[in-house]
């Protein structure tokens, strides 16, 4: 169970890091780049997919005491 937290958890502060730059870059009116916005889409779908086992392993863990 921990190492699925730690996992969710990087992937989250991953996909945070990349929303900030992409914020950053549209408050200072430059482009962004199809590269930094298709890694953005990609680390959202990660922390999605790792939230999902996270949630699978807590329902398993009560479901079976």
Same mark, same amino acid.
Do not use: C, W
């Given at each position: 169970?921990?190492? +699925?937290?730690?996992?969710? @958890? %990087?992937?989250?502060?991953?996909?945070?890091?990349?929303? @900030? &730059? +992409?914020?950053?870059?549209?408050?200072?009116?430059?482009?962004?780049? @199809? %590269?930094? +916005?298709?890694?953005?889409?990609? +680390?959202?779908?990660?922390?999605?997919?790792? &939230?999902?086992?996270?949630?699978?392993?807590?329902? %398993?863990?009560?479901?079976?005491?």
């Amino acid at each position: 169970m921990t190492h +699925l937290l730690i996992g969710y @958890q %990087e992937a989250v502060r991953r996909a945070d890091a990349v929303s @900030q &730059r +992409l914020a950053d870059l549209s408050r200072a009116g430059a482009p962004m780049s @199809q %590269e930094l +916005l298709l890694e953005f889409e990609r +680390l959202e779908r990660d922390v999605v997919d790792k &939230r999902a086992a996270l949630d699978a392993n807590d329902y %398993e863990a009560h479901r079976h005491p």
